[in-house]
């Protein structure tokens, strides 16, 4: 018998039925794939840390080193388990030809690292995540070359520089736990130990890896701290196994996050939904419920044989969501199985989405109990004899729009827009689930144009500039810098500029303890960078120090950083605190009263004047300086978050049209609810000369009107608490105040217009039963 019940009012609510499933399984789908990318980010990503040993703690340095002193200090410290000292060697981009280019790569942001394999730790690992096994005449290429510069196994890596030319043959792929991501702007690429000896003889530059494995992770703060107080060598930056996790993580987690938010965003038009239609289900069926009510059926067993019908309805939606996304998971994992490789999963990974859908479907149950409990306030006998659920209370309006007043209005029109204010509580679904749309579509396409925006630069810790020359470490820096800078003077298409200088300082910490710290020192007044509080240092001992630096030495503006330069200790006063991505997130800019004696690298900012061509400069100083690193601001974009830009352009995409579909579906369920509750209405239109036209433009004017006020407040929402929501998916990587970039034309006019023409295109086709609505027909029942 329930079954025939089902059927019956499946024929009866045909679209009402089939909006409520597609909606309810674009919920499922979304939970479904979001909850499994994260599993699979995760679990893959941990699986390839223990695959690769990952080192602890990896100190990195340019410059000589003496081993002895650091076997000395690892056999002396009870908290290490081995220690390993990688030697790399850094090409020059000028001196780099990758494939069949005619270029080198002299514009290219990234180090080009060349390494042997490892032995102890760091292992590199292979497109099957096993260890790369390199013969002589062979080489293994990081996978972003792969993925950016499409390279192919049999492509040719060349190296020149003067008469010195050596080749190799592309045989692999590496899988590299430290510097996978495009965020990192370092590459490692591997060859053989004899290959490598030849070309140590005859090109690049020696840096250090001095790795550490140890045996109790929770000790890793009390180790950083022996290594810092000791002598070891410390040009260049810190990293850590959490480090590795956080960067490995930034591209898939913000896709994952993405992905849950428009979710669970879609799971409460769903519900709000599906409390909409049981409440005009049981207007439409007030009568009949009363009868039962009369004739002994207790509330319990009517509220069964409604909820039969949404259990259903969920069940059926939640397993095809389910069932659909394990087709287009791989969509979304794609680039953690480039990265990362695919890990074996337990059986309770596996079960990670569908516990995930199960929660979904346990809470639009939930909703749809709560809402059937209305059914113990359902008076039959005041049903009977009133016509409806309950008793009937005049509203005092608090708005009203009369008729004899409207001057300028057609009355299609102004009888729509009078329709909404005198029902607006009715309405306020339809206006719920057009905010959610416009800020589901709106939030990803902010993200993405911010991202793509000049002026991202500036939340990463890179000035906002048309060029920028970095001079990395060497035996000729100084003189280096000394001609840039004179060349720099002289240029006449140089609008204005700025030197800059990196040094590896210490600070003292609350414990008496010497940290170190990179410090970047110069004016920055010219180029500054989004401060989160504060403001730049302009004065001598004033100190700005990054997001993650302020929270992990727990520092505010006005404090005081105790800061160590040529063994003279400083009194220096935080002015500001910035956000910064480079080099972990941990980094300062100081104006110091003297001169450090020992500088990482230099930079120098410029801006060209108007009528000068970027592209054309940028490769005159590469030519002019092969030794620096030369880069366009929309190059070094590209190269370092284009990974991520193309998998928010996948989300953005997926977005609004999720977004305008969702609109349609639920716009053509409401009209076709609203047009059966006012069948007598228009009927009574119909008898007095309105015409179908323009009763159909009364009811497009209220689709209209409402989608206009759900437009105004989800953009509000969108461009503040999406800003928050963009902030708190940036915060852990040093990045933690967003400020949307907004393209007006596309999120003030293509979205809205695209919106428009779904809303009213959706109306027309949900009006088609206005055609049989009559008089005679309101008569005859």
């Known amino acids: ?344 999963k337990g059986l309770l990974l596996h079960a990670i989405p ?79 689930v057009f905010i959610i749309g416009s800020f589901i579509i709106l939030v990803p396409l902010h993200l993405l144009n911010t991202l793509q925006s000049s002026g991202f630069n500036t939340y990463i810790g890179i000035e906002r500039s048309d060029i920028r020359i970095d001079l990395q470490y060497s035996d000729n820096i100084v003189s280096e810098f000394k001609r840039l800078s004179a060349h720099l003077k002289e240029d006449r298409d140089v609008e204005q500029f700025s030197l800059l200088q990196t040094s590896s300082l210490k600070t003292v910490n609350e414990d008496g303890i010497l940290e170190n710290i990179s410090v970047e020192s110069g004016d920055f007044s010219i180029f500054p960078l989004e401060y989160v509080k504060g403001a730049a240092p302009i004065r001598e001992n004033e100190i700005a120090i990054s997001y993650l630096n302020g929270n992990e030495m727990n520092k505010e503006v006005g404090d005081v950083i105790r800061l160590v330069v040529n063994g003279q200790e400083l009194g220096m006063t935080v002015s500001g605190i910035y956000q910064d991505v480079t080099n972990g997130g941990r980094t300062a800019q100081a104006v110091l009263p003297f001169q450090p004696e020992t500088v990482l690298r230099f930079e120098a900012i410029i801006d060209v004047k108007p009528h000068v061509a970027v592209q054309e400069k940028t490769n005159e100083y590469g030519q002019a300086f092969h030794t620096a690193r030369v880069t366009d601001l929309k190059g070094y974009l590209g190269q370092t978050l284009g990974n991520t830009i193309e998998m928010l352009k996948l989300v953005a995409t997926v977005s609004i049209i999720i977004a305008v579909l969702v609109s349609i579906l639920i716009t053509s369920l409401f009209l076709r609810m609203i047009v059966a509750k006012d069948s007598a209405q228009i009927a009574i239109m119909k008898s007095i000369g309105f015409s179908l036209q323009s009763i159909r433009m009364q009811y497009v004017t209220k689709s209209l009107a409402v989608l206009g006020i759900g437009i105004i407040v989800g953009s509000i929402i969108s461009n503040t608490w999406g800003q928050s929501v963009a902030g708190a998916l940036f915060s852990f990587m040093g990045a933690s105040k967003i400020e949307f970039a907004i393209d007006p034309l596309q999120a003030y006019v293509i979205c809205p217009l695209v919106l428009m023409i779904a809303v009213t295109a959706a109306a027309y086709v949900s009006m088609k039963s206005m055609n049989k609505t009559s008089i005679a027909e309101l008569n005859a029942e």
Not at 51 to 66: L, N, T
Not at 134 to 152: D, F, L, R, S, W
Not at 363 to 384: D, G
Not at 410 to 420: C, I, Q, Y
């Open 354 to 432: 569908i516990v995930a859908v199960a929660l979904l479907f346990i809470m639009v149950m939930f909703f749809c109990m709560r809402t059937l409990n209305m059914f113990k306030h359902i008076s039959a006998v005041e049903a009977l004899r009133s016509g409806k659920v309950g008793l009937v209370r005049k509203k005092k309006r608090l708005l009203t729009l009369p008729l004899h007043k409207s001057k300028r209005l057609n009355v299609p029109v102004f009888l729509g827009l009078k329709d909404v204010v005198d029902r607006f509580k009715m309405y306020r679904l339809l206006l719920f």
């Open 1 to 344: 018998m329930l079954i025939k019940m089902l059927r019956k009012d499946f024929r009866r609510n045909k679209s009402l039925t089939i909006t409520l499933f597609l909606l309810v399984s674009l919920s499922a789908l979304l939970v479904a794939s979001g909850s499994n990318l994260i599993t699979e980010l995760f679990h893959s990503m941990n699986a390839q840390l223990t695959k690769s040993k990952a080192p602890h703690f990896v100190q990195m340095h340019a410059g000589e080193i003496d081993q002895a002193a650091i076997d000395r200090f690892t056999a002396n410290n009870k908290l290490v388990k081995q220690q390993q000292t990688v030697e790399m060697l850094n090409i020059d981009g000028l001196n780099l030809y990758l494939a069949d280019a005619a270029n080198p790569e002299s514009t290219s942001v990234m180090d080009h690292c060349f390494v042997t394999q490892n032995e102890k730790m760091d292992i590199l690992l292979d497109m099957e995540n096993k260890k790369l096994q390199i013969n002589k005449g062979e080489i293994a290429v990081p996978i972003y070359y792969m993925q950016h510069k499409n390279m192919k196994i049999g492509d040719k890596v060349t190296i020149r520089d003067g008469t010195f030319e050596m080749a190799f043959t592309v045989v692999d792929f590496v899988r590299d736990i430290q510097m996978n991501p495009s965020i990192i702007h370092s590459k490692r690429f591997v060859i053989s130990d004899s290959d490598w000896q030849g070309l140590k003889s005859n090109v690049g530059e020696i840096e250090y890896l001095i790795e550490y494995e140890l045996l109790d992770t929770s000790k890793l703060t009390q180790f950083r701290n022996n290594y810092q107080a000791s002598n070891l060598p410390k040009l260049g930056p810190t990293l850590d196994h959490q480090l590795f996790k956080m960067i490995n993580a930034i591209t898939d987690g913000i896709l994952a996050a993405v992905v849950l938010l428009v979710s669970f965003l879609l799971s409460l038009i769903a519900i709000f939904s599906l409390r909409f239609t049981i409440l005009a289900a049981i207007e439409e069926d007030y009568r009949e419920i009363a009868v039962m009510k009369a004739i002994g059926i207790g509330h319990r067993d009517i509220k069964k044989m409604y909820l039969l019908k949404y259990v259903v309805i969920a069940a059926m939606a939640s397993l095809v969501g389910y069932g659909v996304s394990l087709v287009v998971n791989g969509l979304f994992t794609a680039n953690i199985e480039l990265y990362f490789g695919k890990a074996a």
